[in-house]
């Protein structure tokens, strides 16, 4: 019957049905042809398709889902019928128990109506919460938690195991009794008016009256150059220098010069050229017309290059195909070739094991180099500390030393020459203070030598 009516139903729907009412026009009937569906495209799969069926069937399964908790067709027929037959009636049951309440006679308790508003309607459970079962690196965790079972189950014990066990316990009641409070009744009393010495040992107190100084952290102990503060000239740049000083910083100077003259000679030794192979006019007027005529050498050479060109070309022959028995035979030599190869490897390693004592010294001998290779390395990076470090692109180049010759040194400030150095030598500052105060007395027409000699007497050289 149901297919029956799906069928009429379709046709009904369908645009050149004819319904059987009175009011149809012509125009209608004219205009209302039937349209040509391609039910190929999905486009017109639920367009111009009838799923009320599957509908109705769909909510037929939602309804028994939610009022029997699942479909009618798979429970057992126990869950569906029952057979009635009776309550028994006996004596006992008509007796009422002792303590109960008197009830009514003809009705049954029933549940209060805020019980069954409160009662789900539903008998489909609940959609399981996904995120609720879900743990963060849960596939991490479970990677490390078999990493450590399989190190359990072989006995051995992770670094991180090792910590915890090699870790000192911590003593609390020892804390607890050196941190005590201020307001506790049982502290001692102390009397800071009094001549009693407190021990040296609580350090609350030690805080407290300030003789308990803060740690100094140990970079600000570093010094940020091993170079002095001020750079002192040496004490043979004095106007009236020790001998011996003097004569050490001449020497200074005069290595400084021989190793400038040696750099330059070691320039001219290196551009240095023979006169005997400058060029002549013979030799310069060859080399202009070299290539310009042609030898008849050089033209057969040519042809004949040509010709071994063309024969190359057309001598062109393609390898022939290897058989299988050369196959086999050139394995057979590869597999030969490893095999005396790994025994050879294996005789190398027996033989060391009688060259131990040798290898023990070389060993030992490269480790000293590379001990005295790292002093060395050591040894330059303190040497470049006290050097100046390079700023900008040019490279750092000492200045001259600014030095007298023996002939050139003074024995006063008045026959002293215009040389200047506030390298920090208080004698250079006062000779250059006099020198100054000279030039401005003579340039007004007050000279005055006695002043500036009695305070040159009187300063130390």
Known sequence: MA?????????????????????????TLVSSRRKRINKNKKKNWTKYSDINDVEDFLEDVRHQERTTGGLISEKPDDSLFF??????????????????????????SRPLRIDLILQR??????????????????????????????????????????QLLNRRPVDR?????????????????????GQE????????YLQQTGKQLVKRPERLNEQPSVLPAVEVIAPGGSYNPDFFSHQALLQEAHDVEVKKHKAEEKIERQLAFDKDDTATEETVFKEQVEGLVEEDDDAEAAEAANEQDHVAVGA?????????????????????????????????????????????????????????RR???KAKQEAQKSQPRRLGRLKFQAPDLEIKLS?????????????????????SVWSCIHLLLFHVSTARGQCSLRPIQESAEEEPD
């Not at 028994?88 to 109960?100: C, I, K, L």
């Not at 963060?136 to 399989?150: F, G, I, S, T």
């Not at 009641?173 to 008016?193: C, H, M, Q, V």
């Not at 002939?407 to 004698?427: I, V």
Request: glycine fraction near 6%.
């Open 197 to 204: 010495s407190k021990p040296v040992g609580d350090l609350w």
């Open 375 to 377: 002093n060395e390395r």
């Open 83 to 108: 057979l009635d037959v009776g309550q028994p009636r006996t004596a006992e049951s008509t007796v009422p128990e002792p303590g109960e309440g008197k009830k009514r006679k003809g009705k049954t």
């Open 3 to 27: 297919p029956t009516r799906r069928l009429k139903r379709v046709v009904a729907s369908q645009p050149g049905f004819l319904h059987l009412n009175s009011t149809v026009d012509a125009a």
């Open 316 to 372: 062109i022959t393609l390898s022939e195909k290897k058989t299988e028995r050369q196959r086999k035979k050139e394995k057979a030599e590869k597999l030969k070739d490893q095999r005396r190869l790994a025994e050879r490897q294996q005789t190398g390693q027996q033989q060391q094991l009688y060259q131990l004592r040798s290898i023990k010294s070389s060993i030992r001998q490269q480790e000293e180099k590379t001990k005295a």
């Open 173 to 193: 009641a020892a804390k607890k009794s050196l941190t005590e409070a201020n307001n506790n009744p049982g502290r001692d009393f102390y009397d800071i008016w």
């Open 121 to 162: 309607d539903s008998l489909v459970p609940p959609p399981i919460d996904v995120l609720a079962y879900q743990q963060p690196n849960a596939k991490k965790l479970r990677r490390k938690a078999q990493r450590a079972e399989q190190l359990a189950a072989k006995g051995v014990v992770t670094r991180r195991q090792k």
């Open 407 to 427: 002939d050139e040194l003074a024995g006063s400030l008045r026959q002293l020459k215009g040389f200047y150095n506030l390298g920090g030598n208080w004698a």
